[in-house]
Every structure is written in C-alpha cells, then in structure tokens.
C-alpha cells in the first residue's frame, strides 16, 4: 500500500511498531491522564469505522461534521471518517454545519441536532471514553454504542487518493492531505526521535490544527507520538513537557515563556 492517503499513511505508522504510545492526553477538567498505544488507538479507530457504516447507515461520500475540540476522540473519529470514504467536516466552535452525520461534544450536541442531521453521535470527551451523562433522544452515545462494533478494519474498496477527504476552509483531496503532512514533517525537521506536544482547549474546533489538519498528519507521516496538553498555566508547561519527553510544542499561548532543553517551538 503506497502512502497516498491519511489512511495509508496510518496503517504505515501502525505497522512500526503497534505497542508504541501513539497519543497521551491530559483531560483538563480531572487533571486525568490517558495513554494509548497505536495498536488501541486503531482498535478505537477500526470500531469507529464499523459503526459508521453498519450502525449509522454511512456511505462513501457522506460528510460527516465532527462539531468536536481536539481530543483523543476526535483524531479517532477523523481516522475513521477517512478510512470509509467519508468527507469529515470540522465545524467552527461557534456553529455546526449542516452534513449527513453530525458528531459533537454535550457543549454542542443539541445545536447538532438542530441540522437535521440524519444521524446525532454525541460524545463525553471522556479520557477513558465513559458514556454522557445525559443523552438526548434521537442522538445516540457513542461511548455505549461503538463498543459493540468489531476491532479490526479493513474497506472493501481502497479509498482513492482522489477522493474529498475534508471540507472546511477549502476541499482537499487524500492525497492533498498527505502532500501538506509531507510538507509539514520537513518543515519541522521531525524524525522518529521525536514527541509532539500540541496544546489544546475546550473551545477550540479541529481547525487549530491547521486548514488541512497537518499539525496532526505530519506526526502520523513520521509515525511519531502525540501529547495533547489542556491549556495550563504556562509555568507548569516546562516541567508537563520534560515529564513527557516532548521534543516539540505546538499551540504555545502568547506570553509563554522561553523552553530550555530540546524542547523546540512549531507554528
């Protein structure tokens, strides 16, 4: 399989070395931390897919709007989305799109609901994936439903690199996506030494990781694992990314002050 997709680019990463931690992730209100290696982050991934297509109906094409901020979670469901064909839609933290599927955060779940969408998923952002409290009726929880769909997957058809993986700011392509991802790992220097940090927040939408979601794909081109940091105070950073071995920080708030050690700045 030649990596001319976000999907190709991923099984390429998985296959380095499954039990490597892919992805360590703070949850900002419990202060808990969650690690998952990228063979459980594919397992996540390969159940997401399922449910896609045999429990919410999707087909090849469909735009799938994930009204979500960055988040374990939501990397998985855009893995997903692009290993099934689907469009994924990232919405603005201040709307959410109309699109055939709707997946948001409780913050947003009723406002999904209110497109019209033919299927609502709504999720808790749980670190460990627990069910929301409270989930109204038609949405479903994805946290209930998704751990009944089978581990492994494997499309019927290849997606094609030509195929419109993402519309947000602009359509893009598979193989745009990959071709920024490319561009950003060299851009960054990355190698497979490294560890990404990328700071996150509640309100933000998956648009912080850029317009063609390279300040996630430029890590998976390199198969290189991610730290996602809520927004901390600043003078607990330096000693958050030396716990973590980061190599690099994306997402530093304005006034951050200067990281010493091998800790480099990315835009």
Same mark, same amino acid.
């Given at each position: 399989?030649?990596?001319?997709?976000?999907?190709?680019?991923?099984?390429?990463?998985?296959?380095?070395?499954p039990?490597? %931690?892919?992805?360590?992730?703070?949850?900002?209100?419990?202060?808990?931390? &969650?690690?998952?290696?990228?063979?459980?982050?594919?397992?996540?991934?390969?159940?997401?897919?399922? @449910?896609?297509l045999d429990?919410?109906? /999707?087909?090849? *094409?469909?735009?799938v709007?994930?009204?979500?901020? #960055?988040?374990?979670?939501?990397?998985?469901?855009? $893995?997903?989305?692009?290993?099934?064909? @689907?469009t994924?839609?990232?919405?603005?933290?201040?709307?959410?799109?109309?699109?055939?599927?709707?997946?948001?955060?409780?913050?947003r !779940?009723?406002?999904? $609901?209110?497109?019209?969408?033919?299927?609502? #998923?709504?999720t808790? !952002?749980? %670190?460990?994936g627990?069910?929301?409290?409270?989930c109204?009726?038609?949405?479903?929880?994805?946290? &209930?439903?998704?751990?009944?769909?089978?581990?492994?997957?494997?499309p019927?058809?290849?997606? /094609? %690199?030509?195929t419109?993986?993402?519309?947000?700011?602009?359509? $893009?392509?598979?193989?745009?996506?990959?071709?920024?991802?490319?561009?950003?790992?060299?851009?960054?220097?990355?190698?497979?030494?490294?560890? &990404?940090?990328?700071?996150?927040?509640?309100?933000d939408?998956?648009? &912080? !990781? *850029?317009?063609?979601?390279?300040r996630?794909?430029?890590?998976?081109?390199?198969?290189?694992? $991610?730290?996602?940091?809520?927004?901390?105070?600043?003078?607990?950073?330096?000693?958050? !990314?030396?716990?973590?071995?980061?190599?690099a920080?994306?997402?530093? %708030?304005?006034?951050?002050?200067?990281?010493t *050690?091998?800790?480099?700045?990315?835009?």
């Amino acid at each position: 399989m030649t990596a001319e997709t976000p999907w190709a680019l991923w099984r390429a990463a998985v296959s380095t070395d499954p039990a490597r %931690p892919f992805v360590t992730a703070y949850d900002a209100d419990t202060g808990g931390r &969650v690690e998952l290696s990228y063979a459980t982050f594919d397992n996540w991934v390969a159940k997401t897919a399922n @449910m896609l297509l045999d429990g919410l109906a /999707a087909e090849p *094409g469909d735009r799938v709007v994930l009204a979500l901020p #960055v988040h374990w979670q939501s990397l998985v469901w855009l $893995l997903a989305c692009w290993s099934t064909g @689907m469009t994924a839609v990232p919405a603005p933290a201040d709307e959410v799109p109309e699109g055939d599927i709707a997946v948001a955060d409780a913050a947003r !779940l009723e406002a999904a $609901l209110d497109t019209g969408a033919r299927e609502v #998923v709504g999720t808790s !952002l749980h %670190p460990l994936g627990a069910p929301l409290a409270d989930c109204p009726p038609p949405a479903m929880d994805y946290a &209930v439903e998704v751990r009944s769909y089978g581990d492994h997957f494997a499309p019927a058809v290849p997606v /094609a %690199p030509d195929t419109v993986h993402l519309d947000g700011e602009n359509r $893009l392509t598979g193989a745009d996506l990959v071709a920024a991802a490319r561009t950003t790992a060299t851009d960054w220097q990355l190698t497979a030494d490294d560890r &990404v940090a990328i700071i996150t927040a509640a309100s933000d939408s998956l648009t &912080v !990781l *850029g317009s063609d979601l390279s300040r996630f794909l430029a890590p998976v081109f390199r198969a290189v694992p $991610l730290v996602l940091l809520p927004g901390i105070d600043s003078a607990n950073l330096q000693s958050r !990314l030396d716990m973590e071995r980061a190599t690099a920080l994306v997402g530093a %708030p304005p006034g951050t002050p200067a990281l010493t *050690g091998d800790i480099r700045p990315l835009s």
